[in-house]
């Protein structure tokens, strides 16, 4: 398979048949290098991960899940180191070519994945999603993509950053496809019943760039139309910079808890701000993470109250568009901790997310996310697909 | 070449003749990767460095001067990436080894330029020293090794890191080569007279393990024999480590002014804790700096005094042997602050140091260190030739 996008892995091609006449039957996957393939390398993004670690001898629960569905793996994909990014630069394998955004990153850190949803090559690709992974290349490549309720997909055989935000996604191109991998992967059908209200979380909304904002508008109304009963509120009363601070604060703390020993052991190659991000997670303090944690506890209620059954929140997935690859790191910097900002919610509270292609900004996709209470995902797969069939 | 040892960086050979009929004629030497070379890549240690930076058309001022006096150039050394390193462990390029001491590091940063020197493979090498670079692989090969005085050896062309303490050093395995190659470097004639008065630096030889100062005592007996006058004294009245500390203040902030473009361009591809050096270093107040640069300027007036004309001082070049290699992170950590407590008077004051074969620890060498007053360089070599001839 020729990889013009460089979304794939380097290595002997990967490609293993899904189990004839299964619902998935016909479709094709790839997988994030994060969930073990039996037989190959778990990569995670960086070479040393691989040279430092066995290769695993059983597939990943959600490898197994698609190919027992019928799906066929055709490969694995490039992410951001260890899952540490956002943008999905990757100083050892290069960047997947976004498609959809010539010249601009695909989003990451599940960058590969989304690449090659977006560019045709698979029907739908696995990424893990922890501050923002699965969200953030979906809006940056005009896909659909879920960050599940926390906790309600296996993750056995993934790859894991921050257990306590840690979660599997996926991908896909249209929202008939992403119905169909969505019904096995949540094991549950897709309701026909939409949400009876739906709130704008005027905050969010307020946080992106006003050109982005206003270019959302049009899939505002249609969802306006759809739900029937809309309002407006703030999602985080003590600020999304707050949530988000909190989510910087309890991800990269458990991040190193997750790659201390690896660190310990190999002392391993890594691009400058990956090894800067895992640094800084080793050195916030106990008291720190005490007080995230609190902020934490306050979201998750904050999220009870706000998505009672049959209410949905929706606000823009990024605060802008793709951004330029090859951005100087201070810059790339300033953008992370903006799109950290909007996605910071997921990790942090656990609710589920649904992006789905919002918008174009100057011919840049920028995703429009519907966040629901906790198990709603068959609910905003739901209203992914019916908004999709107004256009 | 075969590279048995791997002392050498991959790529092209770099073989270049030194002129005909020059005092160093028939010697061959090799640079340390951080001495440019004309038409040859400067790697710096680092795979990203060689391909940020442009191939340098002209030679480094060390690298002509030893062509022009007549030593041929067979080979570019493996460094500690861009010079950040005192064991000699290079995440890219791997261990030079050191045929001295198997199984054990070379020390570094001029890993591959000491294990070159020790296996035989060249007369003599180029090395840099900011915090110890020259002095602890010669002692851990059984070297001859010079720091000269800072400022003396003109550095073009030689990659900086921290330039209030970077000087350009060399090895040699005999004390005669040493001293040929010295008279070159420092453009002057060793001296045939020796100093009057040796101080044994007696916070040095107990901050040593207890088993290195022991084995160094037979050297120390000739020293003194030597020398004749022989007095005790403190070198650091305040203590070595807050010596050393304030070389751990004033370094790495030097070294972050140093590469911080390129990280901002590039975020370079390093070994996680060549990476978490840099970031501390960028973490480093300016009140900090300050007080460091208090302790400096204390610490160059207690040179001054402690060392008038015609006195030495005598330490450990390092407090133990080299230790062995793939030491976990934190242990390798331990080691290389005790390391850098014994050699941070040379950086934080600008002294001249030689370090010559001291003695074997259970098979393993370790170095003695003259230190003289500023300029006395020859003087060293002087002594480091008539020890040497008492054998």
Request: aromatic share 6%; net charge negative; charged share 20%.
């Amino acid at each position: 398979m020729p990889d013009e996008i460089n979304a794939f892995v380097p290595g002997p091609p990967v490609h293993i048949a899904g189990r004839p006449d299964g619902p998935l039957s016909g479709l094709t996957f790839a997988a994030k290098d994060l969930f073990d393939v039996a037989g190959h390398p778990t990569g995670g993004g960086n070479p040393d991960w691989a040279n430092d670690n066995p290769v695993p001898t059983r597939h990943s629960w959600a490898v197994e899940r698609l190919l027992d569905a019928g799906a066929s793996l055709i490969g694995k994909t490039i992410t951001d180191e260890v899952s540490l990014g956002i943008v999905g630069e990757n100083a050892f394998y290069g960047t997947p070519v976004n498609v959809r955004a010539p010249g601009r990153v695909p989003g990451g850190s599940s960058s590969g994945s989304a690449a090659a949803v977006a560019a045709g090559v698979c029907d739908t690709a696995l990424g893990t999603d922890t501050g923002g992974s699965v969200r953030v290349p979906a809006s940056f490549c005009g896909l659909y993509g879920i960050r599940p309720t926390h906790g309600r997909i296996d993750v056995r055989g993934m790859l894991p950053q921050a257990p306590s935000s840690d979660t599997t996604g996926w991908f896909a191109r249209d929202a008939q496809t992403f119905a169909r991998v969505s019904t096995v992967m949540l094991g549950e059908a897709i309701a026909t019943t939409l949400p009876e209200r739906l709130i704008v979380a005027v905050d969010a909304f307020a946080f992106a760039d006003p050109e982005a904002a206003e270019a959302l508008q049009p899939m505002l109304e249609k969802l306006k139309t759809l739900i029937g009963e809309v309002g407006e509120d703030i999602m985080a009363p003590g600020g999304i910079v707050q949530w988000a601070r909190a989510q910087r604060t309890i991800q990269p703390a458990e991040a190193w808890l997750t790659f201390r020993d690896w660190i310990e052991r190999c002392n391993p190659r890594l691009a400058y701000n990956v090894a800067r991000n895992i640094y800084t997670g080793s050195q916030i303090s106990e008291s720190e993470r005490h007080w995230a944690e609190l902020v934490r506890r306050e979201a998750r209620g904050r999220m009870r109250h706000l998505l009672p059954p049959g209410t949905i929140l929706c606000l823009p997935t990024t605060p802008f568009p793709a951004p330029k690859t090859g951005e100087p790191l201070s810059a790339a910097s300033v953008q992370r901790d903006r799109i950290l900002c909007l996605a910071a919610h997921g990790g942090l509270t656990g609710v589920p997310q649904v992006s789905i292609p919002g918008a174009t900004v100057d011919g840049l996709p920028i995703g429009m996310s519907i966040v629901g209470g906790y198990g709603t995902d068959a609910t905003l797969v739901a209203v992914a697909k019916a908004v999709s069939a107004t256009r």
